[in-house]
């Protein structure tokens, strides 16, 4: 069973940064997406940005390209996700999500085990 476990979150000013760590374990196959979505109040979840598991290749929501950046750790154990210059907007809770599927736009919505999510809030 594939456990996920986010740390990182907070409050920050528009324009800080933040890093978000997942702990996982549980993976059985070696072909899923792994990454992080977001949900704010009333809006929808949006894939904010996945890894594939095999390839390491990484995909970003077009509204955190450039900002945010995925990384994982040489035992793929651990993603991270590095948010920079964040924005009011970016507020929400984030949640690490693993999909058996490829790593691409779309990735979020077929996701199968998330953690219990962390508050990101951006204000000043």
């Known amino acids: 069973q594939v456990h996920l476990v986010e740390s990182g979150g907070g409050l920050v000013q528009p324009g800080g940064s933040l890093r978000l760590s997942c702990a996982a374990s549980?993976?059985?196959?070696?072909?899923?997406?792994i990454g992080w979505f977001r949900q704010a109040p009333g809006k929808e979840r949006e894939g904010v940005s996945c890894i594939s598991s095999r390839s390491g290749l990484p995909s970003y929501a077009d509204s955190v390209k450039g900002r945010f950046f995925i990384s994982r750790s040489n035992t793929r154990s651990t993603v991270y996700l590095h948010m920079n210059n964040l924005k009011p907007e970016d507020t929400a809770v984030y949640y690490c999500?693993?999909?058996?599927?490829?790593?691409?736009?779309?990735?979020?919505?077929?996701?199968?085990?998330w953690g219990q999510g962390t508050q990101v809030t951006v204000s000043s």
């Open positions: 999500a693993s999909a058996p599927v490829l790593c691409s736009p779309g990735w979020a919505y077929f996701s199968d085990a």
């Open positions: 549980g993976f059985t196959s070696d072909d899923y997406a």
